[in-house]
Protein backbone atom coordinates (compact mmCIF):
# COMPACT_ATOMS: atom_id res chain seq x y z
CA UNK A 1 0.00 0.00 0.00
CA UNK A 2 2.91 2.33 0.72
CA UNK A 3 4.46 1.92 -2.67
CA UNK A 4 1.45 2.47 -4.34
CA UNK A 5 0.76 5.50 -2.32
CA UNK A 6 4.64 6.89 -3.47
CA UNK A 7 3.77 6.19 -6.77
CA UNK A 8 0.60 8.12 -6.74
CA UNK A 9 2.39 10.86 -5.04
CA UNK A 10 5.18 10.67 -8.36
CA UNK A 11 2.46 10.39 -10.90
CA UNK A 12 0.60 13.35 -9.92
CA UNK A 13 3.84 15.19 -9.82
CA UNK A 14 4.96 14.46 -12.81
CA UNK A 15 1.31 14.90 -13.91
CA UNK A 16 1.92 18.35 -12.23
CA UNK A 17 5.43 19.00 -13.97
CA UNK A 18 3.91 17.88 -17.81
CA UNK A 19 1.13 20.43 -16.97
CA UNK A 20 3.32 23.42 -15.80
CA UNK A 21 5.78 22.70 -18.80
CA UNK A 22 3.15 22.48 -21.53
CA UNK A 23 1.58 25.14 -19.89
CA UNK A 24 2.62 28.49 -21.26
CA UNK A 25 2.49 26.74 -24.68
CA UNK A 26 -0.53 25.35 -24.42
CA UNK A 27 -2.33 28.58 -23.15
CA UNK A 28 -0.96 30.72 -26.02
CA UNK A 29 -2.60 27.88 -28.74
CA UNK A 30 -5.82 28.75 -27.37
CA UNK A 31 -5.65 32.26 -27.23
CA UNK A 32 -4.29 32.41 -30.87
CA UNK A 33 -7.15 29.63 -31.24
CA UNK A 34 -9.73 31.81 -29.87
CA UNK A 35 -8.58 35.21 -32.01
CA UNK A 36 -9.01 33.15 -35.31
CA UNK A 37 -12.42 32.03 -34.37
CA UNK A 38 -13.26 35.63 -33.45
CA UNK A 39 -12.09 37.06 -37.02
CA UNK A 40 -13.72 34.68 -39.24
CA UNK A 41 -17.41 36.57 -38.78
CA UNK A 42 -15.45 39.62 -39.68
CA UNK A 43 -13.45 38.77 -42.39
CA UNK A 44 -16.76 36.71 -43.82
CA UNK A 45 -18.65 39.94 -43.33
CA UNK A 46 -16.13 42.06 -45.06
CA UNK A 47 -15.55 39.64 -48.07
CA UNK A 48 -18.78 39.77 -48.86
CA UNK A 49 -19.53 43.46 -48.29
CA UNK A 50 -16.55 43.99 -50.64
CA UNK A 51 -17.95 41.60 -53.23
CA UNK A 52 -21.28 43.16 -53.10
CA UNK A 53 -19.75 46.87 -53.64
CA UNK A 54 -17.83 45.02 -56.54
CA UNK A 55 -21.29 44.74 -58.19
CA UNK A 56 -22.74 47.88 -57.47
CA UNK A 57 -25.73 46.19 -55.25
CA UNK A 58 -25.13 48.23 -51.81
CA UNK A 59 -27.95 50.54 -50.73
CA UNK A 60 -27.50 54.28 -49.77
CA UNK A 61 -24.02 54.52 -50.75
CA UNK A 62 -22.97 52.75 -48.27
CA UNK A 63 -18.69 52.30 -49.28
CA UNK A 64 -17.00 49.36 -49.78
CA UNK A 65 -14.57 47.83 -46.98
CA UNK A 66 -11.18 48.73 -49.10
CA UNK A 67 -12.65 52.46 -49.57
CA UNK A 68 -13.15 52.32 -45.82
CA UNK A 69 -9.87 51.18 -45.00
CA UNK A 70 -8.34 53.83 -46.94
CA UNK A 71 -10.18 56.95 -45.27
CA UNK A 72 -9.45 55.16 -42.02
CA UNK A 73 -5.64 54.83 -43.03
CA UNK A 74 -5.52 58.75 -44.15
CA UNK A 75 -7.84 59.52 -41.07
CA UNK A 76 -4.91 58.26 -38.89
CA UNK A 77 -2.05 59.00 -40.41
CA UNK A 78 -2.41 61.47 -43.18
CA UNK A 79 -1.08 64.85 -43.66
CA UNK A 80 -3.27 67.30 -40.85
CA UNK A 81 -2.13 70.19 -43.21
CA UNK A 82 -3.99 68.56 -46.39
CA UNK A 83 -6.60 71.04 -47.89
CA UNK A 84 -7.86 68.27 -49.71
CA UNK A 85 -9.27 65.95 -46.95
CA UNK A 86 -10.66 67.98 -43.93
CA UNK A 87 -10.10 64.73 -41.73
CA UNK A 88 -6.68 63.83 -42.67
CA UNK A 89 -4.64 63.04 -39.49
CA UNK A 90 -6.94 64.11 -36.94
CA UNK A 91 -8.22 61.24 -35.75
CA UNK A 92 -5.71 60.79 -32.75
CA UNK A 93 -7.19 63.89 -31.88
CA UNK A 94 -11.06 62.56 -32.08
CA UNK A 95 -10.15 59.97 -30.26
CA UNK A 96 -8.20 62.03 -27.23
CA UNK A 97 -10.99 64.06 -27.21
CA UNK A 98 -14.18 61.00 -26.74
CA UNK A 99 -11.60 59.05 -24.52
CA UNK A 100 -11.17 62.09 -22.06
CA UNK A 101 -15.04 62.52 -22.21
CA UNK A 102 -16.13 58.66 -21.74
CA UNK A 103 -13.34 58.35 -18.58
CA UNK A 104 -14.34 61.39 -16.77
CA UNK A 105 -18.00 60.34 -17.45
CA UNK A 106 -17.17 56.41 -16.70
CA UNK A 107 -15.16 57.63 -13.19
CA UNK A 108 -18.15 59.94 -12.03
CA UNK A 109 -20.32 57.27 -12.94
CA UNK A 110 -18.45 54.27 -10.94
CA UNK A 111 -17.80 56.99 -7.46
CA UNK A 112 -21.64 57.40 -7.39
CA UNK A 113 -23.21 54.06 -8.18
CA UNK A 114 -20.89 51.63 -6.41
CA UNK A 115 -21.70 53.11 -3.04
CA UNK A 116 -25.05 54.36 -3.88
CA UNK A 117 -25.71 50.37 -4.90
CA UNK A 118 -24.43 48.55 -2.23
CA UNK A 119 -26.78 51.02 -0.07
CA UNK A 120 -29.86 50.37 -1.69
CA UNK A 121 -29.10 46.50 -1.64
CA UNK A 122 -27.87 46.22 1.80
CA UNK A 123 -30.69 48.47 3.35
CA UNK A 124 -34.23 47.97 3.26
CA UNK A 125 -35.14 51.30 3.80
CA UNK A 126 -33.05 52.81 1.10
CA UNK A 127 -34.31 50.00 -0.87
CA UNK A 128 -38.04 51.08 -0.86
CA UNK A 129 -37.17 54.65 -1.14
CA UNK A 130 -34.55 54.27 -3.86
CA UNK A 131 -35.29 51.55 -6.18
CA UNK A 132 -38.63 52.51 -7.99
CA UNK A 133 -36.64 55.98 -8.59
CA UNK A 134 -33.73 54.51 -9.94
CA UNK A 135 -35.62 52.14 -12.45
CA UNK A 136 -37.98 54.81 -13.23
CA UNK A 137 -35.42 57.61 -14.33
CA UNK A 138 -33.56 54.39 -16.10
CA UNK A 139 -36.07 54.08 -18.69
CA UNK A 140 -36.02 57.23 -19.90
CA UNK A 141 -33.70 57.71 -23.24
CA UNK A 142 -30.65 59.39 -22.97
CA UNK A 143 -31.30 61.76 -25.77
CA UNK A 144 -34.57 63.02 -23.85
CA UNK A 145 -31.83 64.24 -21.29
CA UNK A 146 -30.09 67.01 -23.46
CA UNK A 147 -32.44 69.95 -23.47
CA UNK A 148 -32.40 69.48 -19.43
CA UNK A 149 -28.54 69.00 -19.46
CA UNK A 150 -27.85 71.86 -22.36
CA UNK A 151 -30.33 74.11 -19.97
CA UNK A 152 -28.53 73.37 -16.31
CA UNK A 153 -25.20 72.93 -18.14
CA UNK A 154 -25.00 75.26 -20.88
CA UNK A 155 -22.91 74.98 -24.01
CA UNK A 156 -19.90 73.40 -22.43
CA UNK A 157 -17.51 70.10 -22.40
CA UNK A 158 -19.16 69.44 -18.84
CA UNK A 159 -22.43 68.48 -20.17
CA UNK A 160 -21.29 66.24 -22.31
CA UNK A 161 -19.80 64.38 -19.77
CA UNK A 162 -22.32 64.65 -17.34
CA UNK A 163 -25.09 62.81 -19.76
CA UNK A 164 -22.13 60.08 -20.29
CA UNK A 165 -22.06 59.47 -16.16
CA UNK A 166 -25.87 59.56 -16.34
CA UNK A 167 -26.28 56.67 -18.74
CA UNK A 168 -23.20 54.81 -17.49
CA UNK A 169 -24.61 55.14 -14.20
CA UNK A 170 -27.56 53.27 -13.93
CA UNK A 171 -26.19 49.43 -15.36
CA UNK A 172 -23.73 49.77 -12.62
CA UNK A 173 -26.28 50.70 -10.12
CA UNK A 174 -28.82 48.51 -10.99
CA UNK A 175 -26.23 45.44 -10.65
CA UNK A 176 -24.97 46.33 -7.64
CA UNK A 177 -28.09 45.71 -5.90
CA UNK A 178 -29.01 43.12 -7.52
CA UNK A 179 -25.67 41.44 -6.51
CA UNK A 180 -25.84 42.84 -2.90
CA UNK A 181 -29.29 41.26 -2.89
CA UNK A 182 -27.67 37.93 -3.87
CA UNK A 183 -25.19 37.79 -1.16
CA UNK A 184 -26.43 34.77 1.41
CA UNK A 185 -27.76 36.16 4.50
CA UNK A 186 -25.57 33.79 6.65
CA UNK A 187 -23.21 36.00 5.94
CA UNK A 188 -24.06 39.28 7.37
CA UNK A 189 -24.96 36.91 10.69
CA UNK A 190 -21.56 35.76 11.06
CA UNK A 191 -20.82 38.98 10.73
CA UNK A 192 -22.58 40.18 13.19
CA UNK A 193 -21.89 37.57 15.93
CA UNK A 194 -18.35 38.78 15.21
CA UNK A 195 -19.01 41.97 16.34
CA UNK A 196 -18.66 44.15 13.21
CA UNK A 197 -20.59 47.10 12.80
CA UNK A 198 -23.20 48.11 9.57
CA UNK A 199 -20.51 49.97 8.23
CA UNK A 200 -17.99 46.90 8.04
CA UNK A 201 -20.59 44.77 6.98
CA UNK A 202 -21.34 46.64 3.99
CA UNK A 203 -17.47 47.03 3.19
CA UNK A 204 -15.66 43.81 4.13
CA UNK A 205 -18.73 41.52 3.72
CA UNK A 206 -21.13 42.35 1.36
CA UNK A 207 -19.48 45.09 -1.34
CA UNK A 208 -16.73 41.95 -1.90
CA UNK A 209 -19.55 39.12 -1.95
CA UNK A 210 -21.40 41.33 -4.51
CA UNK A 211 -18.15 41.68 -6.36
CA UNK A 212 -18.57 39.50 -9.36
CA UNK A 213 -22.09 41.39 -10.38
CA UNK A 214 -20.48 44.83 -9.71
CA UNK A 215 -18.03 43.73 -12.75
CA UNK A 216 -21.06 43.17 -14.79
CA UNK A 217 -22.22 46.46 -14.39
CA UNK A 218 -18.70 48.21 -14.78
CA UNK A 219 -18.76 46.28 -18.26
CA UNK A 220 -22.12 47.30 -19.42
CA UNK A 221 -21.61 50.77 -17.88
CA UNK A 222 -18.14 51.27 -19.48
CA UNK A 223 -20.38 50.10 -23.17
CA UNK A 224 -22.35 52.37 -22.39
CA UNK A 225 -20.38 55.39 -22.22
CA UNK A 226 -19.38 54.89 -25.35
CA UNK A 227 -22.71 54.64 -26.85
CA UNK A 228 -24.10 58.06 -25.05
CA UNK A 229 -20.64 59.78 -26.16
CA UNK A 230 -22.04 59.97 -29.68
CA UNK A 231 -24.83 61.72 -28.18
CA UNK A 232 -23.29 63.88 -25.94
CA UNK A 233 -20.87 65.11 -28.17
CA UNK A 234 -23.34 66.87 -30.26
CA UNK A 235 -23.95 69.34 -27.79
CA UNK A 236 -21.77 72.05 -26.76
CA UNK A 237 -18.17 70.87 -27.74
CA UNK A 238 -16.64 70.65 -31.50
CA UNK A 239 -14.53 67.73 -31.29
CA UNK A 240 -14.79 64.42 -30.78
CA UNK A 241 -16.07 61.10 -32.79
CA UNK A 242 -19.57 61.48 -32.37
CA UNK A 243 -18.95 65.56 -33.53
CA UNK A 244 -16.86 63.89 -36.48
CA UNK A 245 -19.71 61.49 -37.32
CA UNK A 246 -22.31 64.21 -37.46
CA UNK A 247 -20.26 66.57 -39.34
CA UNK A 248 -19.23 63.97 -42.00
CA UNK A 249 -22.88 62.96 -41.98
CA UNK A 250 -23.60 67.09 -42.75
CA UNK A 251 -20.80 66.35 -45.80
CA UNK A 252 -21.99 63.47 -46.88
CA UNK A 253 -18.92 61.74 -46.28
CA UNK A 254 -20.23 58.06 -45.33
CA UNK A 255 -16.47 56.88 -45.49
CA UNK A 256 -15.79 58.55 -42.74
CA UNK A 257 -19.02 57.76 -40.91
CA UNK A 258 -18.23 53.83 -41.18
CA UNK A 259 -14.93 54.74 -40.31
CA UNK A 260 -15.97 56.48 -36.83
CA UNK A 261 -18.22 53.85 -35.88
CA UNK A 262 -15.79 51.17 -36.65
CA UNK A 263 -13.41 53.05 -34.18
CA UNK A 264 -16.12 53.43 -31.95
CA UNK A 265 -17.01 49.51 -31.88
CA UNK A 266 -12.99 48.84 -31.40
CA UNK A 267 -12.34 51.45 -28.40
CA UNK A 268 -15.49 49.95 -26.76
CA UNK A 269 -14.39 46.21 -27.46
CA UNK A 270 -11.47 47.11 -25.75
CA UNK A 271 -12.77 48.91 -22.65
CA UNK A 272 -15.16 46.49 -22.17
CA UNK A 273 -12.20 43.72 -22.29
CA UNK A 274 -9.92 45.86 -20.26
CA UNK A 275 -12.47 46.09 -17.20
CA UNK A 276 -13.48 42.35 -17.71
CA UNK A 277 -9.42 41.82 -17.05
CA UNK A 278 -9.49 44.23 -13.73
CA UNK A 279 -12.52 41.72 -13.02
CA UNK A 280 -11.16 38.83 -13.53
CA UNK A 281 -8.14 39.71 -11.29
CA UNK A 282 -9.78 41.46 -8.35
CA UNK A 283 -12.55 38.59 -7.99
CA UNK A 284 -10.15 35.74 -8.90
CA UNK A 285 -11.73 33.87 -11.42
Avoid at 36 to 50: D, E, H, N
Avoid at 133 to 138: E, S
Avoid at 219 to 244: D, F
Wanted: proline letters at 5%; charged letters at 10%; a positive charge.
Amino acid sequence: MTTTLRRSRMDGRDDLALRSSAGPAGWTERRVGRLAMGLIVPAVLVLALQVLAGRALLPGGIPAPSVVAETLLRWVAGNPKSSVDLYAGTWWAQVRGSGQRVLLGYLAATAVAVPLGVLVGGNRVAFVALDHVIHALRTVPAPSWVPFSLAVFGLSPLSAIWLIALVAFFPIVVNTVIGVQQVPAIYRDAGRMLGASTFVIWTRVLFPAALPFVFVGLRLGVGMAWIAVVVSELIGVKNGLGYSLYQAYQFGRMDVMVAAMITLGLLGLASDRLVGAIGRSVVGR
